[in-house]
């Protein structure tokens, strides 16, 4: 069974403040690794996908990074709208989509 | 831009009720799924569809079943509703292959 794991489970940030989410997994036939960003009482909203070990995509202060066993989501320089919880998932041989449980970034201004 | 569209945002049910959730894409997506997010558990992958009248059984198909009659549709249903059943419900779609999903704006339902 596919397997995703995030940490921390929540990061508190001051405006300004670099930081990164680890998305860990173990899944079969990796097909992709997905990022998306969910607001409060929303649907999560896709951000990027990663196929292969290092690759990299940015998006304004966001990066995304990739290994064989683990996704990085670097936040650089974060502002208050920034705040959100961040889901990581993968898709394996089987097309199902697996989630882990976020991690909800909070910055202060 | 894509459209996910779940036919509620809030429902109360009682207990032994049978609910529909329904959502609808307009993306011509082949792939279509349901998932629950309950705090501290992320989305569980509850049935997902790759074609009309396919479906396959996720990370916890008991207490539902599912409906795709139509390309566009999906639908979800409990055939009798339990208190351990509430949650937020969030639909999504693809396209066939490795691509991302889109997702609904959910249904938060309560059964009381």
């Known amino acids: 069974e596919d397997q995703v794991t995030q940490s921390p489970e929540a990061l508190r940030l001051q405006e300004g403040e670099s930081s990164s989410l680890n998305c860990s997994y173990t899944v079969s036939g990796l097909r992709g690794l997905f990022w998306y960003r969910q607001d409060p009482g929303k649907g999560p909203e896709f951000l990027f996908t990663?196929?292969?070990a290092g690759e990299e995509k940015e998006k304004e202060r966001l990066k995304a990074t990739l290994t064989k066993k683990e996704s990085f989501l670097h936040i650089t320089a974060p502002k208050p709208e920034d705040s959100a919880t961040y889901l990581c998932?993968?898709?394996?041989?089987?097309?199902?989509?697996?989630f882990g449980a976020g991690t909800t970034v909070t910055v202060r201004a | 831009d894509v459209k996910v569209t779940q036919s509620s945002r809030y429902l109360v049910k009682r207990t032994g009720e049978k609910v529909f959730l329904e959502c609808v894409q307009d993306m011509d997506h082949e792939n279509m799924f349901w998932y629950r997010q309950d705090p501290g558990l992320g989305l569980r992958l509850i049935y997902f569809?790759?074609?009309?009248?396919?479906?396959e059984k996720g990370d916890i198909p008991e207490g539902y079943s599912v409906s795709r009659e139509k390309k566009e549709r999906f639908s979800l249903i409990l055939e009798s509703a339990s208190t351990n059943q509430t949650s937020m419900y969030l639909c999504?779609?693809?396209?066939?292959?490795?691509?991302?999903?889109?997702f609904g704006q959910g249904t938060r339902l309560t059964v009381v």
């Open positions: 999504a779609s693809s396209r066939l292959g490795n691509t991302e999903a889109f």
């Open positions: 569809s790759y074609d009309v009248k396919m479906k």
């Open positions: 998932a993968v898709q394996g041989g089987d097309y199902k989509l697996s």
């Open positions: 990663l196929y292969s």
